[in-house]
C-alpha cells in the first residue's frame, strides 16, 4: 500500500504566498520523477510543476518565476513554494508520483488526495 498525504492548502490573499508539502508512505522501493498538479473549477487538470530523479525541473508557463517545486528523497516528500499568488492560482492542488513499490516491476502513477488552494480577497 502506498500513500501520497498533501497538506499545506488554505486561503490567501493575492500577492501571498503558500507552502504546500507532500509525503510519500508505505512499501516504497524507488521513486522517480514527482510533481504537482491543479484543477481549478471547470477545467481540466493540469501539470504545474515537475521534478525529476536528477532534480530537473519543469513549470507551467503561468507559474514560472513565481512556483519552485523541491524535493526530499531522504523524507520521500515534495514541496510546492507558491509566492505571489493570484486568483487563477485557485484551484485544488494534487501530489503526483512516479513510484515503484513491492512486488512491481516498474513504476506506476499515485496521486494525493488532493488539497484546496484558494486566492481570494
Known amino acids: 500500500q502506498v500513500l501520497l498525504v498533501e497538506s499545506g492548502g488554505g486561503l490567501v490573499q493575492p500577492g501571498g504566498s503558500l507552502r504546500l508539502s507532500c509525503a ?3 512499501n516504497i522501493l524507488l521513486i522517480y520523477a514527482m510533481a504537482w ?7 481540466l487538470r493540469e ?3 515537475r521534478i525529476n530523479s536528477g532534480y530537473g525541473t519543469d513549470y507551467a508557463e503561468s507559474v514560472k518565476g513565481r ?3 523541491s524535493r526530499d528523497n ?3 516528500t515534495v514541496s510546492l513554494q507558491m509566492n505571489n499568488l ?5 484551484a485544488v492542488y494534487y501530489c503526483n508520483a512516479e513510484i515503484v513499490a513491492l512486488g512491481a516491476v516498474g513504476p506506476d502513477p499515485y496521486w494525493g ?6 486566492v481570494s480577497s
Request: aromatic share 6%.
Open 24 to 26: 510519500a508512505s508505505g
Open 37 to 43: 498538479y491543479r484543477q481549478g473549477p471547470g477545467k
Open 47 to 49: 501539470l504545474v510543476a
Open 67 to 69: 512556483f519552485t517545486i
Open 74 to 76: 531522504a523524507k520521500m
Open 86 to 90: 493570484k486568483p487563477q492560482d485557485t
Open 113 to 118: 488526495q488532493g488539497t484546496q488552494v484558494t
